[in-house]
């Protein structure tokens, strides 16, 4: 079974500081990851994906497969960084076994 | 260019009633998928459907039907109305599984 694991809840930092999202999944294949982002009463929206391999305002992931992870990191928190952020993995045994499975999200709070 | 859209956005049923969240895309994608989203549970799998005829479960599928006579239209049927449906609905589309989601907006539910 796939399974993705986001540890904290909530995460707290402060504007210019450094964030790191964490994400572990657990999935015996070769997983597709996404991070997804959703602002305050707005719709969930595509932040990123490993396969894609860049930045995206200023987030980036990489895969480590040896540590089943997907960390998203940012050198520099911005306030409007403040969203709830789902890490995702595409997977399956293919037809209609193939599923998308989210975290529970990272409530990630920027203060000034 | 719509996207996926929802309807409605906000609605209030009593225990017992039943209703259709109603979901369209126009980009013609395979794939289309509900979600319900809750307090620190993340965003859990209802129903999803591969393509036009078929649908299949998710994590979460009592007390829910759907239909995808379609490429456009993926409807969540509620028959019964419990107070744990009480949520936030997300509808989503892509070409393929391994292919970034779009989400609607959202549909709030409150069963009272």
């Known amino acids: 079974a796939q399974r993705v694991t986001q540890p904290e809840k909530l995460l707290s930092v402060f504007k210019g500081a450094p964030v790191e999202l964490k994400c572990n999944y657990s999935?015996?294949?070769?997983?597709?990851l996404f991070w997804y982002v959703q602002y305050s009463r707005q719709r969930l929206q595509l932040l990123l994906r490993?396969?894609s391999r860049e930045s995206i305002k200023g987030f980036t992931a990489d895969l480590n497969k040896g540590e089943t992870s997907f960390h998203l990191k940012k050198p520099f928190a911005q306030e409007e960084d403040s969203a709830m952020y789902y890490c995702a993995l595409s997977g399956g045994s293919g037809g209609s076994n193939y599923k998308l499975t989210f975290g529970k999200g990272t409530l990630l709070t920027v203060n000034p | 260019n719509a996207g996926v859209t929802q309807t409605p956005k906000f609605q209030v049923l009593k225990t017992g009633q039943s209703m259709t969240l109603q979901c369209a895309q126009d980009m013609n994608h395979e794939y289309m998928s509900w979600y319900r989203q809750d307090p620190g549970m993340g965003l859990r799998l209802i129903h999803y459907s591969v393509g036009a005829g078929i649908t299949d479960q998710g994590e979460v599928p009592n007390g829910y039907n759907v239909s995808r006579s379609t490429t456009e239209d993926f409807p969540l049927r509620l028959l019964s109305a419990a107070p744990s449906q009480t949520s936030v609905y997300f509808c989503?589309?892509?070409?393929?599984?391994?292919?970034?989601?779009?989400f609607g907006d959202g549909t709030r539910l409150s069963i009272l």
């Open positions: 490993h396969i």
């Open positions: 999935y015996s294949g070769s997983p597709e």
């Open positions: 989503a589309s892509s070409y393929r599984l391994d292919q970034p989601q779009h």
